[in-house]
């Protein structure tokens, strides 16, 4: 009998996404382990714009991004960079709820804006940043929700132009259009909030 021709890692993937897709409920846990590295990257990623001291761990936020992911049964998957994007989505909205929480019981829920121009991730008003952004990005996903994403898969999920093309099955030329208009606009919603 010949050998099989190994599979490379993202054929591996992608087969398990499929099989998720399509109802194999084992498919999705077993994308985790062929992707870990890349996830504890996203998570680094994530908590180096948080504030010093953060009480999650990169391992913490990618476990809780499994908990969460694990639940999309109907979820279609296109493939690696579409699962990696949705992972760094479901990792800033548990950093946002965090935040939330924190400035919550910090500062009995008072909300403040922080303007664009003061996105400096190494300020002591990370947290009020990321809610802010969070919020803007809210709004900005009901007046365009592409937009919204190709936000969120490069500031949040640390992915490049192509990567969130691929992801998001779009043209490069058009994730960068709607990257620089996502900045602008998002730019003066929170300008105008302050």
Not at 135 to 158: C, N, P, S, T
């Amino acid at each position: 009998m010949a050998d099989q021709p190994e599979q490379s890692p993202n054929a591996s993937v992608t087969e398990l996404l499929a099989n998720a897709r399509s109802g194999d409920a084992s498919a999705l846990a077993n994308v985790f382990p062929l992707i870990y590295d890349e996830l504890q990257r996203l998570a680094q990623l994530q908590l180096q714009r948080e504030p010093d001291g953060h009480t999650l761990s990169p391992t913490a936020l990618v476990h809780e991004a499994y908990m969460r992911l694990i639940d999309y049964k109907r979820m279609e998957w296109t493939g690696r960079a579409h699962f990696l994007a949705v992972a760094a989505t479901a990792m800033r909205r548990i950093l946002v709820d965090h935040a939330r929480s924190h400035r919550s019981i910090k500062r009995g829920g008072e909300h403040r804006r922080v303007p664009i121009e003061s996105i400096d991730m190494a300020t002591d008003d990370r947290a009020e940043l990321l809610i802010a952004v969070d919020d803007a990005l809210g709004k900005l996903r009901e007046v365009d929700a592409r937009q919204a994403q190709v936000v969120e898969y490069r500031f949040f999920g640390g992915m490049t132009e192509e990567e969130t093309a691929e992801a998001l099955g779009i043209g490069l030329r058009t994730a960068k259009r709607d990257w620089a208009k996502a900045k602008v606009w998002l730019h003066r919603e929170i300008a105008a909030e302050h």
